[in-house]
C-alpha cells in the first residue's frame, strides 16, 4: 500500500530565504506525482505536477523534482515571500485511474 | 476552462440528521470524481472514487455513501450523521485525457453538533 510522508511537519523562515520541503513515497511505480498549496479553510490549489518520465518541473519560483528510484520528490521555493505562507501537500497517483495518496503537508510559515 | 463547484461552504447539522453534499464539473466529460476528507492532524483521507456513471468505490467503511447520477456530478450523502463525521470534506476531479491533474473544490466545513 503506498504511503507518503513529508518532513517537516512545520516550517518557520525569514522572507527571502530559498527553502526545500521533502516528500517520500513507499512504492516506486508511481504514475505521477503532485504538488498542492492549502490555505487555511480552503481547498486545494495545484502547484506542479511531475508525470513519471519528467525529472522536473518548474513554475516561477516554484521547482520541483522527482527521482523514482529513491522514492522522493522535492518542491523548491525560491525567495520565499509572506504570502507562500500555507500549507504543501504532496500527493501521488499509482495508476491513471488511482486516487490520489497524500501527505499529511508541511505547513510553511514565511515571516517578513 | 474547467470548473468545479461544491457546497454548501458551511454547514452546521445535529447528531443523526441526513446530510447531501454536493459536486459538479463543468467543461469537461468523463472526469475521475473524488470525496475527501480531512480530519485536524490526520491529513486528507480518500472516502470514495468514481471512474464513471454508477461505478463507485468505497475506501473507509462508515455511515457515509456516495452517488454519481450524472457523468459530472458526484453527491456524498448519509441518512444519520455521527459526530465523529465532523471534517473538511472536499470534492476533486481529474481525467486521463487532460493528463490527470487533479483539481480540487474550495470544500465544506461540516460540524454535527
Known amino acids: 500500500k503506498q504511503e507518503v510522508t513529508q518532513i517537516p511537519a512545520a516550517l518557520s523562515v525569514p522572507e527571502g530565504e530559498n527553502l526545500v520541503l521533502n516528500c517520500s513515497f513507499t512504492?516506486?511505480?508511481?504514475?505521477?506525482l503532485q504538488w498542492f498549496r492549502q490555505d487555511p479553510g480552503k481547498g486545494l490549489t495545484s502547484l506542479l505536477l511531475?508525470?513519471?518520465?519528467?525529472r522536473e518541473q518548474t513554475s516561477g519560483r516554484l521547482n520541483a523534482s522527482l527521482d523514482k528510484s529513491s522514492g522522493r520528490s522535492t518542491l523548491y521555493i525560491a525567495a520565499s515571500q509572506p504570502g507562500d505562507s500555507a500549507t504543501y501537500l504532496c500527493?501521488?497517483?499509482?495508476?491513471?485511474?488511482?486516487?490520489?495518496?497524500f501527505g499529511k503537508g508541511t505547513r510553511l510559515s514565511v515571516i517578513a | 476552462s474547467q470548473t468545479i463547484h461544491q457546497w454548501p461552504a458551511t454547514l452546521v447539522q445535529p447528531v443523526g440528521s441526513p446530510l447531501s453534499l454536493e459536486c459538479t464539473v463543468e467543461?469537461?466529460?468523463?472526469?475521475?470524481l473524488y470525496w475527501y476528507r480531512q480530519a485536524a492532524g490526520r491529513g486528507l483521507q480518500l472516502l470514495f472514487y468514481?471512474?464513471?456513471?454508477?461505478?463507485i468505490s468505497s475506501e473507509v467503511p462508515q455511515n457515509l455513501s456516495a452517488s454519481r447520477p450524472q457523468d459530472r456530478q458526484f453527491i456524498l450523502s448519509s441518512k444519520k450523521l455521527l459526530l465523529s463525521d465532523s471534517g473538511f470534506y472536499l470534492c476533486?476531479?481529474?481525467?486521463?485525457?487532460?493528463?490527470?491533474?487533479?483539481?480540487f473544490g474550495q470544500g465544506t466545513r461540516l460540524t454535527v453538533v
Open positions: 467543461g469537461t466529460s468523463n472526469p475521475n
Open positions: 511531475i508525470q513519471s518520465s519528467q
Open positions: 512504492d516506486s511505480a508511481i504514475y505521477n
Open positions: 468514481s471512474v464513471g456513471i454508477g461505478q
Open positions: 500527493a501521488v497517483q499509482n495508476s491513471g485511474n488511482t486516487p490520489l495518496v
Open positions: 476533486a476531479w481529474s481525467s486521463q485525457s487532460l493528463g490527470t491533474e487533479a483539481f
